[in-house]
């Protein structure tokens, strides 16, 4: 819900209309965390319906598999690859997917698969996933991934101005990681 946030305020700054949407249904148990962003010169609404996405931002690959049918065709999963198995696996109720990546690729979706939260843990906080996911996704957005990086950027000088630097190290990181996958 952070870097969708974040997406919105970015694109704001440039003038778009922007709509965003979320689900955060019970995350702590388990429960499904999604959000949707639109933007453009005039959205009318924030949800995405199925075949339309042109990004799809997976942070769990599980999670990746489950959102693919909202990618149009030629739309892009950016996937983290840090496995998080939810509850209702751990008890027996639902399977894990064996390899949610081989399903991804088996059904034609064009995506890139790093481990974000390798990236995020070897930096010192695996809550920098969301910045490095945002830097992934930075250069097939409309706009200069600069306004995406000022943009988070801004919010840590703003509210904690220490981890200014490690943002950007995430970010940066974010964007080699896409050009590697």
Same mark, same amino acid.
């Given at each position: 819900?952070?870097?969708? *946030?974040?997406?919105?305020?970015? =694109?704001?700054?440039? &003038?778009?209309?922007?709509?965003?949407?979320?689900?955060?249904?019970?995350?702590?148990? &388990?429960?499904?965390?999604?959000?949707?962003?639109?933007?453009?010169?005039?959205?009318?609404?924030?949800?995405?319906?199925?075949?339309?996405?042109d990004?799809?931002?997976?942070? *769990?690959?599980?999670?990746?598999?489950?959102?693919?049918?909202?990618?149009?065709?030629?739309?892009?999963?950016?996937?983290?690859?840090?496995?998080? *198995?939810?509850?209702?696996?751990?008890?027996?109720?639902f399977?894990?997917?064996?390899?949610?990546?081989?399903?991804?690729?088996?059904?034609?979706? /064009?995506?890139?698969?790093?481990?974000?939260?390798?990236?995020?843990?070897?930096?010192? /906080?695996?809550?920098?996933?969301n910045?490095?996911?945002? &830097?992934?996704?930075?250069k097939?957005?409309?706009?200069?991934?600069?306004?995406?990086?000022n943009?988070?950027?801004?919010?840590?000088?703003?509210?904690?101005?220490?981890?200014?630097?490690? /943002?950007?190290?995430?970010?940066? =990181? &974010?964007? =080699?990681?896409? =050009?590697?996958?």
């Open positions: 819900m952070t870097a969708a *946030e974040v997406l919105s305020q970015a =694109a704001m700054s440039l &003038g778009y209309d922007v709509k965003k949407t979320e689900v955060a249904g019970m995350a702590q148990r &388990g429960g499904v965390v999604t959000s949707h962003v639109r933007f453009g010169k005039r959205v009318l609404s924030p949800a995405i319906a199925p075949g339309e996405a990004i799809l931002v997976g942070f *769990e690959p599980a999670e990746a598999l489950r959102w693919c049918a909202h990618l149009r065709p030629g739309g892009i999963a950016m996937v983290n690859t840090t496995r998080q *198995e939810p509850p209702v696996v751990s008890i027996g109720l399977d894990y997917p064996d390899d949610p990546i081989a399903e991804i690729a088996a059904a034609g979706v /064009n995506y890139h698969a790093f481990d974000a939260g390798a990236i995020a843990h070897d930096l010192g /906080n695996f809550r920098l996933v910045t490095v996911m945002l &830097g992934a996704i930075s097939y957005l409309p706009f200069p991934a600069e306004v995406l990086k943009e988070i950027l801004d919010r840590f000088r703003a509210r904690k101005p220490k981890l200014v630097e490690i /943002n950007e190290k995430a970010f940066e =990181a &974010g964007q =080699a990681a896409e =050009a590697a996958s």
